[in-house]
């Protein structure tokens, strides 16, 4: 079993920054792929980002230019920094991990973009 945590999320002003990262408690190397998903009230769970071990990126068309994933190996952790933030981006980001076998899903954080 996989455990992953999220941390970072918060309250930001429009415009502003925030930098998400998502702790995996085994080494991520060996995962296929890792992937930031993001869910806001009443809508359903979207792709925001993803890293495959290849290490292609692949972005939701409204955050490509102001969002970048990245990952730690040595720290296995997956990033996600979040620029020029918008009313629009926020959400509950949820990190997954893609195994041969399994995908795994971290509990969330939130993030509110309000002035």
């Known amino acids: 079993q996989v455990r992953l945590v999220e941390s970072g999320g918060g309250l930001v002003q429009p415009g502003g920054s925030l930098r998400l990262s998502c702790a995996a408690s085994?080494?991520?190397?060996?995962?296929?792929?890792l992937a930031w998903y993001r869910q806001a009230p009443g809508k359903q769970r979207d792709l925001v980002a993803e890293?495959?071990?290849?290490?292609?990126?692949k972005y939701a068309d409204s955050v490509k230019g102001r969002f970048t994933i990245s990952r730690d190996n040595a720290q296995n952790t997956v990033y996600l920094q979040m620029n020029s933030l918008k009313p629009e981006d926020t959400a509950v980001y949820y990190c997954?991990?893609?195994?041969?076998?399994?995908?795994?899903w971290g509990q969330g954080t939130q993030v509110t973009v309000s002035s």
């Open positions: 085994r080494t991520i190397f060996s995962f296929n792929a």
């Open positions: 890293l495959t071990s290849g290490g292609s990126t």
């Open positions: 997954n991990a893609v195994s041969t076998w399994m995908n795994y």
